[in-house]
């Protein structure tokens, strides 16, 4: 498993200040991509997760599950792994080069 430790407030203050633990779409997107980076699954991952330490909380996901949720339809890792490698060694030299890096 993947796990994502984060150390915020939570979401907006209740009338009461209490909060309560929230998860932006970005931070779920982070550990996705964090997935797709493991090219050759290297590491079994099968479930991902962020601990809420504030909070004391585990969310996890299994991948297979979290890929049907997201994408409507099942996915197959290993050829989504492919593509994501892909388009990071075709694109990202032609942002670099833009950028100037």
């Known amino acids: 498993?993947?796990?994502?430790?984060?150390a915020g407030q939570g979401g907006k203050p209740r009338a009461d200040g209490s909060r309560a633990a929230s998860l932006p779409?970005?931070?779920?997107?982070?550990l996705l991509g964090y997935t797709m980076m493991d090219y050759s699954d290297r590491h079994g991952l099968?479930?991902?997760g962020v601990y809420a330490v504030r909070f004391g909380y585990l969310a996890s996901w299994p991948l297979v599950e979290l890929g049907q949720r997201m994408?409507?339809?099942?996915?197959?890792?290993?050829?989504?792994?492919?593509?994501?490698?892909?388009?990071?060694?075709?694109?990202?030299p032609l942002y670099q080069t833009r950028r100037g890096w």
């Open 1 to 6: 498993m993947l796990v994502d430790f984060k």
């Open 25 to 30: 779409r970005t931070d779920l997107d982070q």
């Open 46 to 48: 099968h479930t991902v």
């Open 71 to 92: 994408g409507a339809r099942p996915v197959d890792l290993a050829a989504l792994r492919t593509e994501f490698a892909g388009v990071l060694r075709n694109q990202l």
